[in-house]
């Protein structure tokens, strides 16, 4: 037999028992239990003195229960008992938006199955007293799925925005955003959104309404030789004005503008119209001049000139007759044109030639009667066929 506990064994068998059984070391343990669910932690260690102390570690899906050893220790060649330790759990609580898990629940980590957690409202949120604000570990190890036991508390009413208006596009609860717009004609002072926010323990706008203020146009601009009528001092959105032009000038264009916005800023619709004067032109007749063809009697000139002979039948010519000049008016007359002269005389039995001698240098009759031809021949015509009438 093998020396256990101080007894002995007979001398013949001794030698074969220290060879088959060699006496462990004092002190010493032998490797460390198995414990369900759990891992042991020592690494390659294979020796274990007295006092040595061996942790273990929960398996995957198993947690730690709270309270209980999770370790052993070598006494006296044996180790310290060790309880079940391990089991199975739910995970850390589901993290809310609107809720946190109250602070009794913060530092645990060991959710049996039917384990229950309360959760308060976080700031921005109010409490539905008609929802339960607990969760349960469920027999599958999972959380039971929350209802929205917290609700968003609301911002005040945004009230309207004079000349503006205000978008909401979803509501006025905790976190919402609205934004501000302006009418035509007037821009916006201020900012364009404003944010549900939390303050303290309330919620309020992050900003206040903005202003919506009016756009003015630049005075108008003038036009020569014209006015605007119903002058004012400001004009404002889809304002107009008319021009008129003063007398005497025609309007050219648009007669009326407007105030119109580009961005935000006001501008006139268009250019002003122009007033522009009549361009009459008055075209004055050329003064026509008249020629005066005077018949009278005059002497030859140095120049020979043949005479002109109308024969007129007379059963009596009396010696003293005077001479009877024709004046026709001409188209031109000259200051050193000589008179023409036609001497008419009569004899019993004999016709005397009426000669008709033209002045020097401007022809005979009939070069006279082609410059009475081009004012006015019919006239000179008419007259001298009635003195030769007269005559006879």
Not at 66 to 79: E, F, I, R, T
Not at 187 to 212: A, F, H, I, K, Q
Not at 319 to 325: A, E, G, M, W
Not at 337 to 351: C, G
């Amino acid at each position: 037999m093998c020396l256990v506990g101080g007894l002995t064994a007979p001398a013949p068998l001794l030698l074969l028992l220290l060879l088959l059984c060699p006496p462990a070391a004092q002190g010493d343990c032998s490797r460390p239990p198995e414990v369900p669910n759990a891992l042991l932690t020592m690494g390659d260690v294979s020796s274990f003195p007295e006092g040595t102390t061996v942790t273990y570690k929960c398996k995957e899906g198993f947690v730690k229960v709270p309270g209980k050893a999770d370790s052993v220790v070598c006494l006296n060649n044996a180790w310290s008992e060790l309880a079940e330790f391990c089991n199975r759990s739910c995970d850390v609580p589901t993290r809310l938006l609107f809720a946190s898990l109250k602070t009794s629940f913060t530092k645990q980590n060991y959710f049996p199955e039917g384990s229950i957690v309360e959760y308060d409202c976080r700031p921005g949120y109010r409490k539905d007293h008609s929802l339960s604000g607990k969760l349960t570990c469920l027999q599958n190890f999972k959380w039971s799925k929350p209802d929205e036991f917290c609700k968003r508390k609301s911002c005040p009413n945004p009230g309207d925005l004079r000349n503006g208006r205000v978008s909401i596009p979803t509501d006025i609860l905790y976190g919402a955003s609205i934004s501000f717009s302006c009418n035509e004609g007037y821009r916006l002072v201020g900012v364009t959104s404003s944010y549900c926010s939390l303050v303290d323990d309330s919620v309020v706008w992050s900003d206040p309404l903005p202003e919506c203020q009016e756009i003015f146009c630049p005075e108008p601009p003038e036009v020569n030789n014209g006015f605007i009528l119903d002058l004012r001092d400001t004009y404002v959105y889809q304002q107009a004005i008319k021009y008129r032009c003063n007398e005497g000038f025609t309007l050219i264009g648009e007669s009326s503008i407007y105030c119109t916005v580009k961005g935000d800023q006001g501008e006139w619709s268009g250019p002003p119209p122009e007033c522009k004067g009549s361009q009459i032109s008055k075209v004055t007749p050329p003064v026509q001049k008249s020629t005066t063809v005077i018949a009278s009697a005059t002497k030859p000139t140095s120049t020979p000139q043949k005479p002109t002979t109308t024969n007129v039948p007379s059963t009596k010519a009396p010696s003293t007759q005077k001479p009877t000049t024709a004046s026709v008016p001409s188209t031109e007359a000259t200051s050193t044109q000589k008179p023409t002269t036609v001497n008419v005389s009569a004899k019993q039995s004999s016709a005397t030639p009426r000669t008709t001698n033209a002045p020097k240098g401007k022809g005979t009759v009939s070069s006279d009667a082609a410059i009475i031809a081009t004012g006015h021949t019919c006239v000179t015509l008419t007259v001298l066929f009635m003195t030769l009438v007269t005559i006879g």
